[in-house]
């Protein structure tokens, strides 16, 4: 039986392009979503074998859409595209059982290679992505500061610049709620105490490993 599969992106010509070519090689697309909720929706209705996301949708984002997945015990396997190299959203993608990984400029390359892989019940995470991750070399960086995530890092750093947690929101397109969530989870990490300013003390003394 022909794999059914469900296509979602909020970019148009992304949603088009990606569902007219795997249409053309002769995949059964039963589905195509303009936005996350859309798209979840679309899974538990039609149960399709693999659903095709990006990472980021209005509503639900391909993340959400495959922690729910995971939650409700729906079986289709999710592949996420992604301009992000962003290594919490990977990890949180290995997490959650994500079968396929694939940069958005690579995806008309790597699709049918990862749904051949998926299909034959073998995750797929494009090299490139483990590539780029593995070339921000931790080796260069201090030891107490490998538990940070490269989010943590760059947070780090703005601190160390001054910038309040609205002003790294903005920078980062992060709400100051998640910002301030990621403060709270390097003091953590790095065994900080808690009191006012001594985060921003930390980053100070410590600015010339977070360049």
Known sequence: MNTSIVIADDHPLMLRGLSDFLKGRGHNIVGSAPDGQSAYNLIVKLKPDIAILDI?????????????????????????????????????????????YILKELAIEEIEVCLENVIANKPYFSSEIAAYLNSTDKTLKPEFLSSL?????????????????????????ISTRTVEKHKSNIIKKLNIEPFQNNLLIWAKENQEFLE
């Open 56 to 100: 980021r949708m209005p509503y639900m984002t391909g993340l959400e859409i495959a922690a729910e997945c995971k939650k409700n015990k729906i079986p289709t396997k999710i592949v996420l595209i992604t301009f992000d190299k962003e290594e919490e959203l990977y990890d949180q993608s290995r997490e959650l059982g994500v079968y396929g």
């Open 149 to 173: 995530s490269e989010q943590e890092l760059k947070i780090l750093s703005l601190i160390a610049q001054n910038k309040t947690a609205r002003e790294i929101g903005e920078i980062l397109f």
